[in-house]
């Protein structure tokens, strides 16, 4: 069976080979791939810089953003064959700690979670896979052609959930959102704020190409320029940043309204240095009661979440951030990225 591999921290390893073809264990689903989405981290992995093959192994088959078709599923999975479905990323570390233990594997304490496609368990990127029943979600047919948004949504579903908790702590009616990157990310975190009935704008550096587009499609507002010129005149309640980078990441901080919740999904390359005069934004957090707060990964609960906001957004804007397919054996031109790439995927059929 083709998938895409790569040798983890070996640059220019990835390899389009034969893997044995999957054998459906007891609990599990038997999939045939549909497509995989590309991200970041992919990019990375490929890179050389960031994934771990499973023990034992040499290579890690790629993919964590999967949509396939179930062909076997066990009696009383709640699967049948033909279903749409999506395999979640993450599984609980092996101890486990509190929170994976309590089904929050997105929240690991200890950091020896493994991840499908990522970390030291292989991914989705193959003609077909099999995944644990508990593990896989399934989709609303309709969503056949866009369904490799599903985990990219489910991350940005935690996001929007984090930023509710932590707004639940005192009153909290919020008006205006910014949500900087018009990546995948940031589109989806637009989503979300405009299903929310939330003043949504989207901060990015181009001015042409879909993104403007994309975002006016939603009834969202676009601003391309810097957090420092944009900020001021919207003073966000809340802040989703998707761009990693350093500037933004401090600039959006000093930049909210009273009571601003910042939520930071961006995974930055390491090695960014700014200097920073650190009393005005302490006392700007202080003083505001301001929040900043990390969020990655996602349990079943924001997979669950994010496939009701997809089935509720229009398909054919959903499409749209579907900027290129890549058939699998050309699957290498998809980690190199093009100027207008939004999300980019690999059709595994
Ligand atoms: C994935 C997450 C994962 C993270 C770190 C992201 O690209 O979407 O599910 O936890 O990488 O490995």
Redesign the pocket.
């Known amino acids: 069976m083709r998938a895409v591999t790569v040798h983890p921290s070996t640059a220019r390893s990835l390899e389009v080979r034969d893997v044995p073809e999957p054998v459906r264990g007891e609990g599990e689903l038997l999939v045939d791939g549909l497509a995989v989405g590309i991200?970041?981290?992919?990019k990375e992995i490929a890179a050389g810089e960031?994934g771990w093959a499973p023990p034992g192994e040499d290579r890690l088959v790629l993919g964590?953003?999967s949509l396939g078709r179930v062909r076997e599923a066990p009696a009383g999975s709640g699967f049948g064959a033909g279903d749409l479905v999506v395999g979640v990323?993450?599984r609980p570390d092996p101890e486990p700690c509190g929170a994976c233990a309590r089904g929050e594997f997105?929240m690991c304490r200890n950091g020896r979670y493994t991840?499908r496609g990522?970390?030291e368990r292989h991914g989705y990127a193959s003609r077909s896979w099999t995944v644990e029943s508990d593990y896989a979600v399934k989709l609303a047919p309709a969503l056949e052609r866009v369904g490799m948004l599903l985990?990219?949504a489910?991350?940005v579903a935690k996001a929007w959930e984090q930023v509710e908790r932590i707004g639940a702590r005192s009153w909290f009616e919020p008006h205006r959102v910014l949500i900087t990157g018009a990546g995948p990310i940031g589109l989806l975190a637009a989503l979300l704020g405009v299903q929310r009935g939330l003043e949504t704008h989207v901060l990015d550096r181009v001015a042409s190409g879909p993104k403007p587009d994309l975002v006016a499609g939603l009834g969202a507002t676009y601003h391309s320029g810097s957090v420092d010129q944009v900020a001021p005149s919207i003073r966000p309640d809340v802040v989703i940043e998707a761009t990693g980078a350093g500037t933004v990441v401090l600039d959006v901080m000093a930049g909210t309204a009273q009571y601003g919740i910042v939520c930071l999904t961006g995974?930055s390359p390491r090695g960014q240095r700014l200097s920073v005069e650190a009393g005005t934004l302490n006392r700007e957090l202080v003083l505001e009661n301001d929040v900043v707060v990390g969020s990655?990964?996602?349990n079943l609960r924001h997979y669950r979440q994010g496939a009701d906001a997809l089935a509720r957004a229009e398909p054919a804007w959903l499409e749209r951030m579907i900027t290129r397919r890549v058939p699998l054996e050309r699957a290498a031109e998809a980690f190199t990225s093009r100027d207008d790439d939004i999300k980019v995927v690999i059709d595994l059929e």
Not at 39 to 42: E, I, M, N, V, Y
């Open positions: 991200c970041g981290t992919d960031y964590h953003e990323v993450r997105d991840e990522i970390k985990e990219p489910s991350v995974v990655v990964n996602a």
